[in-house]
């Protein structure tokens, strides 16, 4: 089982970015797939989730900015970031789990990826 995660990079405050998370090894159709963060000397944080139906969820501190799809032909989830702030300054993992009704709590997920580096400057 892989999760492949990347996009990350360097940007202004105000632009975008767009993450992929690339999964391997798991059948795809049948699991759900989350984004976390995590900042430095902060916990992991639930940023999105997307159920293997297509039932979507987001943390109230991305809501209206972050957006989740999913691409069943390539195996892929992807993170829309607009109008990045500072404060969205993290790793981002993605993470993967068959169904949860706890979709922000990192111990439900039974996969995770290796995490990209977000970095928003101002």
Do not use: H
């Not at 902060?42 to 999105?48: A, I, L, Q, T």
């Amino acid at each position: 089982v892989q999760l492949q995660a990347s996009g990350g990079g360097s940007v202004q405050a105000g632009e975008s970015l767009r993450l992929s998370c690339v999964v391997s090894g798991l059948p795809f159709d049948d699991y759900a797939i989350a984004w976390f963060r995590q900042a430095p000397g902060k916990e992991r944080e639930g940023v999105s989730y997307i159920s293997a139906d297509g039932l979507l969820y987001y943390s109230s501190s991305v809501k209206g900015r972050f957006s989740t799809t999913s691409d069943g032909a390539e195996n892929t989830v992807y993170l829309q970031m607009n109008s990045l702030k500072l404060e969205d300054t993290a790793v981002y993992y993605c993470a993967a789990v068959q169904w949860s009704n706890k979709w922000d709590r990192a111990s439900e997920y039974d996969y995770w990826g290796q995490g990209t580096l977000v970095t928003v400057s101002s």
